[in-house]
């Protein structure tokens, strides 16, 4: 079946580490997007990217960095300087038509040790 | 910038019927979403409005009103399993995210009681 995969479900990074989660989709869509979920907020963007080898900022991509070398493939890396990291992190994918829905990974929940 | 709103929390009966509101403010609206959250799990869409008027999916319906600003989720013969939050969340033309990038409110946690 077409989907998103996320992993791993559970992360926990110690003080001054980076830490890489994974996002993986073969729905063959353009368009990436990876989001943080902290409780009682909305979903905020860190990154997206509409194309391989294309990415940009969100507005919240202090502390985080990406790739998009594949289509299929856009990890997401959470540096030291991101200093508050705990949060729930969706990543998405959309075909890149204004009128289809983004489809989401089940999450990874990061922890600070 | 954008500003979506939606109420924090809704309570409401099994059986019954519930409606979930969302305002917005945007200068270039290409659509509105609403998406189901169940607790640490993945939004899941479930509709999709960008002409005003009402679209009908089974137990869910979604009106949009553009030139108010405004938008309803109505969940009709509420089930126990539709315990979740529910996420509005709205494409801009000129947001940031690309053709297909969303602003999300902060959702309203919906719980149901027998």
């Known amino acids: 079946d077409g989907g998103i995969t996320q992993s791993p479900k559970y992360l926990f990074r110690k003080e001054g580490q980076n830490v890489t989660l994974s996002c993986e989709q073969n729905l063959n869509h353009d368009a990436m997007y990876w989001y943080r979920q902290d409780p009682g907020q909305g979903l905020r963007l860190i990154y997206y990217?509409?194309?391989?080898?294309?990415?940009q900022k969100g507005d919240i991509a202090e502390g985080y960095s990406v790739s998009r070398e594949k289509k299929e493939s856009f990890p997401l890396t959470v540096t030291s300087a991101q200093k508050n990291p705990t949060a729930f992190y969706l990543c998405a994918s959309s075909e890149g038509r204004s009128n289809q829905p983004q489809h989401f990974g089940d999450g990874t929940r990061l922890s600070i040790l | 910038g954008q500003n979506i709103d939606q109420p924090t929390e809704m309570t409401a009966t099994e059986g019954a019927i519930v409606q979930i509101n969302c305002t917005y403010q945007?200068?270039?609206?290409?659509?509105l979403f609403w998406y189901q959250q169940h607790a640490g799990e993945a939004p899941t869409f479930l509709s999709y409005n960008v002409l005003d008027g009402l679209e009908e999916k089974g137990r869910f319906s979604s009106f949009l009103s553009r030139s108010k600003g405004y938008s309803y989720l109505l969940l009709k013969e509420l089930q126990m399993k539709d315990s979740a939050s529910y996420l509005c969340a709205v494409r801009d033309l000129y947001s940031g995210g690309g053709a297909d990038g969303l602003t999300f409110g902060k959702g309203t946690h919906l719980i149901i009681q027998p």
């Open positions: 945007t200068s270039g609206f290409n659509g």
């Open positions: 990217s509409q194309i391989v080898n294309d990415f």
